[in-house]
């Protein structure tokens, strides 16, 4: 097992490197051609001299051609250093620490709200199969996965927050508290529109992966012999089929985690939640490129690790996986 855990690391290790240096490359091309000259975003509306141009290009290093600045950033980089935001006036870690504490807050919330109900609900419609809430599921599951996250999330806010007023507007706590002031309770309440809009993009996958899952298991020679011996539907499903669909259902939500931090950074757009997600758009409307970057790789590292969870649990889950790769 050990063995097999260290080549999993080690391969998994240059493959991240590959992937960071191809997303640093591709992501560096896509920024410098962009249309938006981060000097002018910089002094936004302000009228500046052609000296002041100058001299703030020269501080940031503007005034150097495109293949210069990438290997002067790629050179900090190896030391740790990302850069400073000129948004933020601060360290770009620094920005992305902040800013993403919020952000895995309302990921991991969406995130375990997705699995849970998709895993349920996927149960539920995999035990009854062909019956009205088999097909009350399945249409759900469908509308989900075709509803936008920013539709969903505005629909939202016009019913549970301006008509209903059961949540706030927007934003991480109430207008007017400091940051000493702000409890547990004000956090949870405007998180909750937000998370549940997010959670709908996983719902649907969990949901029929686990009913496919389940039908299959259903269908097998040990659930019939387990019928016939008396077992219930429900005994037979806790005993024998929980543990067989589990393994995909981790898998496929382990892997949604790129699929999440996408709709993560919509879902703070419609919601003004102060994460990722408004600091990205700001970014790449004032042309931060530091900033930019640095979410992008940051970005990449987040999925890359959800993706190799999902293997490493994968395969303690079945031992059958670990010992066939171990065999090959």
């Known amino acids: 097992m ?18 960071l240096i191809a997303v640093s490359i591709v992501s560096f091309i896509l920024l410098a051609h962009s249309p938006i000259d981060p000097i002018d975003a910089y002094f936004a509306n302000k009228t500046a001299s052609a000296e002041q141009h100058a001299l703030v290009a020269a501080y940031w290093g503007f005034d150097r051609p495109p293949l210069d600045r990438f290997l002067l950033w790629g050179g900090h980089i190896l030391h740790g250093d990302f850069g400073m935001s000129f948004i933020y006036r601060a360290p770009v870690l620094d920005v992305i620490g902040e800013k993403f504490r919020l952000t895995l807050l309302l990921m991991m919330t969406a995130w375990a709200l997705s699995g849970v109900i998709g895993f349920v609900l996927g149960v539920l419609a995999g035990m009854y199969r062909d019956s009205a809430l088999d097909k009350v599921i399945q249409g759900f599951s469908l509308l989900c996965v075709s509803v936008p996250i920013f539709w969903l999330g505005l629909l939202f806010l016009m019913i549970f927050s301006v008509q209903l007023q059961w949540f706030p507007l927007a934003l991480a706590a109430p207008i007017g508290k400091l940051h000493e002031e702000v409890t547990m309770a004000d956090q949870i309440r405007h998180l909750i529109l937000p998370a549940l809009t997010l959670s709908v993009t996983g719902i649907s996958s969990i949901t029929l992966q686990t ?7 259903m269908s097998t020679n040990y659930m019939l012999f387990a019928e016939a011996r008396g077992e219930s539907l429900w005994q037979r499903v806790r005993r024998h089929g929980l543990r067989n669909i589990a393994l995909p259902a981790i898998t496929l939500q382990f892997a949604s985690f790129n699929e999440l931090f996408g709709g993560a950074i919509l879902a703070e757009t419609v919601f003004s939640y102060p994460g990722l997600g408004g600091t990205v758009t700001l970014a790449g409307l004032r042309g931060d490129l530091s900033l930019l970057l640095g979410i992008a790789i940051f970005s990449a590292i987040f999925v890359f690790a959800g993706n190799l969870i999902a293997n490493i649990l994968y395969g303690i889950a079945d031992p059958r996986l670990r010992e066939g790769r171990g065999a090959s």
């Open 211 to 217: 009913r496919e899952k389940l039908l299959e298991v």
């Open 2 to 19: 050990t063995t097999h855990m260290a080549r999993l690391l080690g391969r998994s290790t240059l493959r991240l490197i590959l992937l």
